[in-house]
């Protein structure tokens, strides 16, 4: 069964950049989906779709980042990562990684503080 984990800081400074590393085990990063997603979820509201990279590393990137999101994967490591810069409070939330076909990390708990 393929897992999900999280890892990274879970406190980043205004203006800094979050960077976040989707660890994947019992599956290939390469076959086991299409693609591979970042989600989050601020406090007290829903959950939000960031991007993926997909085979061929291609990206997509929601909007609502201002360009501000990037997404990469290291396949030697089986694992993809998130970096979102110039953080504000704002993007204080649990952050997931997902794939396309279900799987979801426990998530990752971040804060942006001074």
């Known amino acids: 069964q393929v897992q999900l984990q999280e890892s990274g800081s879970g406190l980043v400074k205004p203006s800094q950049t979050l960077s976040l590393t989707c660890t994947v085990s019992?599956?290939?990063?390469?076959?086991?989906?299409?693609?591979w997603s970042w989600i989050r979820q601020p406090p007290g509201k829903g959950l939000e779709w960031m991007g993926a990279?997909?085979?061929?590393?291609?990206?997509y990137y929601s909007p609502s980042q201002r360009g501000r999101t990037s997404i990469s994967r290291d396949t030697s490591k089986n694992q993809f990562t998130l970096q979102l810069s110039s953080v504000t409070p704002e993007d204080t939330a649990v952050y997931y990684c997902?794939?396309?076909?279900?799987?979801w990390g426990q998530g990752n708990q971040v804060n942006v503080t001074s």
């Open positions: 019992g599956g290939s990063i390469t076959t086991n989906s299409y693609y």
């Open positions: 997902a794939d396309a076909l279900g799987n």
């Open positions: 990279i997909a085979n061929g590393d291609r990206t």
